[in-house]
């Protein structure tokens, strides 16, 4: 799964998996290059005298954090509160969920001096081992990734952290948080969220998505959901440009050109994407068809008012 051999990538950091079509920041102090891999797998992280552990176990729970919700180091208020209102799931696929997220590892790295400089986060998604043995093979390796992305992260920038705090006291902040929209017997979807902040104007925002078969763990496309891929892809774009009209045409030119390959899957791009028990949504993260300020955007379409778009198994 070219998703889970890519992931390490982004929270080592600011580029993570950028087949999904890759957010590029640009503001001053940020880093740009990133490498595309990262070999060495630590399975621990040694305690040492400027450094300080927090590791917390959250109990399991069937109620699940509208997707995007938990993630609020991820945006500033107000981009939460327009992400919520556009992507929130139903609450009857939070009594359904058959995933769990854990708040599992948070840690506060400091200078001689005692001041934190470097903090790192991160999420780990669960379900039940005997019930989903596949799925739960999935997450594990999806969960493994982003513990060795996040411990490389520590090492790798700690000193540079050092630095940056001795001349402009700029914290770095690393998080990786996940929300599950949806997961019953027969899919699973995750957003994982990612923020990075190494100084600049403001930090840099990712969002990823998994669809996975709850039986099988493999990972499935919306097009195994799409009949009619064309027709929906039209709909996509009156919809998008029903949003540009509202933020002032400010849109980038060729937005129509970026979403067409994000939807076809051409020249290495891809689409993020899940589903709720009535609708599938279309995600576009910050960069990908607007500029930061404008913001991300998403389309809902609903299964009910456009039957004509899909196949009806993951539904009935």
Request: aromatic content about 12%; some cysteine; charged content about 25%.
């Amino acid at each position: 799964m070219k998703k889970i051999r890519l992931m390490i990538v982004c929270i080592g950091l600011l580029g993570l998996m950028g087949c999904n079509g890759p957010a590029t920041g640009n503001s001053e102090g940020q880093i740009e290059t990133i490498p595309s891999y990262v070999e060495s797998t630590q399975e621990s992280i040694t305690s040492e005298e400027n450094t300080t552990i927090e590791e917390s176990s959250v109990e399991s729970s069937t109620e699940i954090t509208e997707a995007l919700e938990s993630t609020e180091v991820l945006r500033s208020t107000e981009e939460q509160e327009s992400t919520k209102e556009e992507s929130a799931p139903d609450k009857e696929n939070e009594e359904q969920s058959i995933v769990t997220v854990q708040n599992a590892y948070s840690v506060e790295k400091k200078n001689d001096a005692g001041n934190v400089v470097l903090t790192v986060r991160y999420d780990m998604a669960k379900t039940d081992e005997e019930k989903y043995p596949k799925l739960a093979e999935t997450l594990n390796q999806i969960n493994r990734k982003i513990q060795e992305g996040s411990e490389w992260a520590m090492e790798e920038y700690f000193r540079e952290a050092q630095e940056r705090y001795d001349q402009d006291e700029v914290e770095y902040e690393f998080t990786y948080s996940i929300s599950v929209p949806f997961a019953n017997e027969k899919i699973t979807c995750l957003i994982l969220n990612y923020y990075g902040y190494n100084g600049g104007a403001h930090g840099f925002v990712d969002s990823f998505t998994y669809a996975l078969d709850s039986q099988t763990g493999e990972e499935i496309s919306y097009r195994d959901l799409i009949s009619d891929e064309d027709g929906l892809f039209a709909y996509l774009l009156e919809e998008l440009e029903r949003q540009n009209v509202a933020y002032g045409g400010d849109f980038y030119d060729n937005y129509q050109e970026t979403a067409r390959k994000m939807f076809y899957q051409i020249d290495a791009f891809t689409q993020n994407w899940w589903i709720t028990s009535n609708k599938i949504i279309f995600y576009y993260d910050f960069y990908e068809l607007a500029p930061y300020y404008v913001g991300d955007q998403t389309v809902e379409v609903s299964v009910l008012e456009h039957p004509e778009f899909f196949r009806s198994a993951y539904w009935n």
